[in-house]
């Protein structure tokens, strides 16, 4: 597709629950990140790949939750035990490789989610 | 925590003004990138700004960046109703790797 492309768009799910949330980056982008945004807050990093290798995922909050992208193009963003503390806008961008510095992000719409 | 700081957090003017928003930063960067953020929807690019330059525009955008203070200005000159929106700074700092750190945003407002 043209853009980033994030599903679902929205998920509720209860307590304790397990969620896979999926980014689909835009061709030939190589950097892609995750991001976690609350209401009224600025977006939170989360984790980042470069190719099929997370490059740094200092930002996930604990070990609840991981990333994955095997083939170097989709990633899953997988909570276990999810907490109502997990509930938050889920955004995906991506990004051409750049070896020096991060250039322009791509982001998609996102992917709502929230614990009961 | 986060590396920029906006401010002020919101703003509302009416249409045909300008509108003014400035982001401060903590440590040294590469570049400095603005966003801007509709409702519910994802973030879009507006300008990148290096930390060699001093002033980039983009249409009605007028960004600055003043690396001795660590801040950077955003400028929408003559606004619509259709700018009402949030607008996050964003730091590609030599200390965090490749990835941005967003600010908190400023929440604009433009009245018609």
């Known amino acids: 597709g043209a853009g980033v492309s994030q599903t679902p768009s929205n998920k509720v799910t209860e307590k304790g629950k397990y969620v896979e949330l999926r980014c689909d980056p835009i061709?030939?982008?190589?950097?892609l990140y995750w991001y976690r945004q609350s209401l009224g807050q600025g977006p939170e990093f989360l984790i980042y790949?470069?190719?099929?290798?997370?490059?740094?995922d200092s930002g996930l909050p604990n070990d609840r939750f991981f990333a994955v992208r095997p083939e170097g193009s989709v990633s899953t963003l997988k909570i276990q035990r999810t907490e109502r503390g997990d509930s938050a806008v889920y955004l995906c961008?991506?990004?051409?490789?750049?070896?020096?510095?991060?250039?322009?992000?791509?982001f998609g719409e996102g992917s709502r989610l929230t614990v009961l | 925590s986060q590396q920029g700081e906006e401010d002020p957090q919101a703003l509302s003017i009416q249409e045909g003004e300008n509108a003014t928003m400035n982001c401060s930063y903590k440590?040294?960067?590469?570049?400095l990138q603005w966003y801007r953020q509709n409702s519910g929807r994802g973030l879009v690019h507006l300008i990148l700004?290096?930390?060699?330059?001093r002033e980039k525009h983009s249409g009605r955008l007028r960004v600055t960046l003043d690396t001795s203070k660590k801040s950077s200005s955003l400028l929408i000159t003559a606004s619509r109703a259709a700018d009402t929106a949030s607008y996050f700074c964003?730091?590609?700092?030599?200390?965090?790797?490749?990835?941005?750190?967003f600010g908190g945003g400023t929440r604009v407002l433009v009245k018609p």
């Open positions: 961008a991506s990004s051409r490789y750049r070896a020096t510095n991060t250039g322009e992000l791509f």
């Open positions: 061709s030939g982008h190589t950097a």
């Open positions: 790949f470069q190719g099929t290798g997370a490059a740094d």
């Open positions: 440590t040294s960067i590469n570049n």
């Open positions: 700004i290096r930390s060699n330059e």
């Open positions: 964003a730091t590609d700092a030599y200390a965090a790797g490749n990835k941005l750190t």
